[in-house]
């Protein structure tokens, strides 16, 4: 593929500059992490876009969206997160959001798009249980047909794992077997429920990071209406195939890529206390231009990703897969590369920003540039295990490229 500058581009990439420097109000600029922002903070941020005709920066104008490229996509995301965007709700911006445009009923999307676009519905995903994860077809939650003179609705009894921001989502899609005698893919089916509906228990998981934003959830006799299903009975596998084969390329997150490299650049010129900077140690500066080197080279992995999926090319999907695990195992070591740099002070002593406590002691060295640092190392542990873990990637690449 060509990898020249494309003029467009540039021009692009400025016009979005130049609506984050006049329209990003600066009580929402955060410092860039991986988790969505605060629920306030999505929501006004979604109007803004909203306002601006961005409201579905990855979705095609025939659906609302902008119609940008896969490039136009990576730019905005990379510029949002340089000039430190709220993170929006990538789940019904990347995820549910083209299953409804693919699959809903009229009257679903009338139900449930407008308050998308308006930044007035926050969503969680039920997909992963105590024991299927990786092997998601084996899952386990239930969902009973009854018809009552209240309408035909599904009793969904279960538990789901890993729900990240569901404390904080009104509204949750998930899968549930609805048929136990077939075969395990096909008898699955796709719905959404309220998360205020009597029955959804949410209890928080406190990872590694030492932060809330995963949970488990469970479902005890939680009525759901027919209306609610996605798609036919028993379609939720092929559903899901669609969900989770959407835009390889932004797998890599590589906005957030270039920012730990920005990060590192920066703690490489940071005076040290006894005197001189990281830069100038021999060991720091090849370990800092590998670094340099490698984001480079997955920044040119995503373009050719992104070119594959334009032209709807049956690569895509391996090449993908390949992707996510370089990426993610890029992410563990740039934010490993982080802590490391930080000296003895580096896993414990810089909590999130958004924390407060006797830990923030001013006192400590780079303590403004380095707070959050090690939150997001110990987070990207999970790299490689959330969206499909790096075996699992492995396995698709095996199949699909080898016959394996």
């Not at 406190?206 to 009525?223: G, K, P, Q, W």
């Not at 090849?286 to 334009?310: D, I, S």
């Not at 403004?368 to 190392?377: C, K, P, Q, S, T």
Request: hydrophobic share 40%; charged share 20%; proline share 6%.
């Amino acid at each position: 593929m060509d990898f020249r500058p494309d003029p467009g581009l540039d021009a692009f990439r400025e016009e979005v500059r130049q609506f984050l420097k006049h329209s990003l109000p600066a009580d929402l600029r955060v410092t860039p992490t991986f988790s969505r922002s605060k629920p306030q903070a999505v929501a006004r941020w979604q109007k803004v876009l909203h306002a601006r005709g961005w409201g579905a920066p990855y979705w095609p104008k025939e659906h609302g969206g902008t119609g940008w490229t896969m490039q136009q996509i990576l730019v905005f995301d990379e510029e949002c997160v340089a000039a430190g965007a709220p993170t929006l709700d990538g789940m019904v911006h990347k995820l549910l959001g083209p299953v409804l445009n693919n699959f809903a009923t009229p009257e679903q999307k009338a139900a449930h798009l407008p308050a998308f676009f308006n930044g007035e519905r926050l969503w969680c995903q039920g997909f992963s249980e105590p024991g299927s994860g990786s092997d998601l077809a084996s899952l386990r939650t239930r969902a009973e047909l009854k018809h009552d003179d209240n309408g035909d609705h599904y009793i969904v009894n279960g538990q789901k794992i890993w729900t990240s921001h569901g404390h904080e989502s009104d509204w949750i899609f998930l899968l549930v077997r609805t048929d136990a005698s077939a075969k395990k893919q096909a008898g699955i089916t796709f719905l959404l429920a309220d998360m205020k509906t009597p029955g959804i228990t949410v209890r928080p998981i406190r990872s590694i990071d030492d932060a809330h934003h995963l949970n488990e959830t469970f479902f005890d006799n939680v009525r759901v209406p027919v209306a609610n299903r996605i798609g036919e009975e028993g379609a939720g596998w092929a559903i899901t195939k669609f969900l989770l084969n959407n835009e390889h390329a932004t797998t890599a997150d590589l906005p957030m890529l270039k920012h730990y490299l920005r990060q590192f650049d920066v703690l490489a010129d940071t005076p040290l206390m006894g005197g001189g900077r990281l830069r100038d140690r021999p060991e720091f500066a090849l370990k800092l231009a590998r670094l340099q080197a490698e984001v480079t080279a997955v920044g040119m992995f995503v373009q050719r990703v992104a070119a594959l999926e334009m032209a709807h090319h049956p690569m895509a999907q391996p090449m993908g897969s390949m992707l996510k695990v370089r990426a993610t195992e890029l992410q563990q070591r740039i934010t490993e590369a982080h802590v490391e740099a930080l000296g003895d002070h580096g896993a414990v002593a810089y909590p999130n920003p958004a924390e407060e406590g006797e830990a923030n002691n001013e006192s400590l060295p780079m303590h403004g540039l380095a707070r959050g640092l090690a939150n997001e190392m110990f987070f990207r542990r999970a790299s490689t295990i959330y969206g499909g873990t790096s075996e699992v990637q492995r396995g698709i690449v095996a199949r699909l490229l080898f016959g394996l």
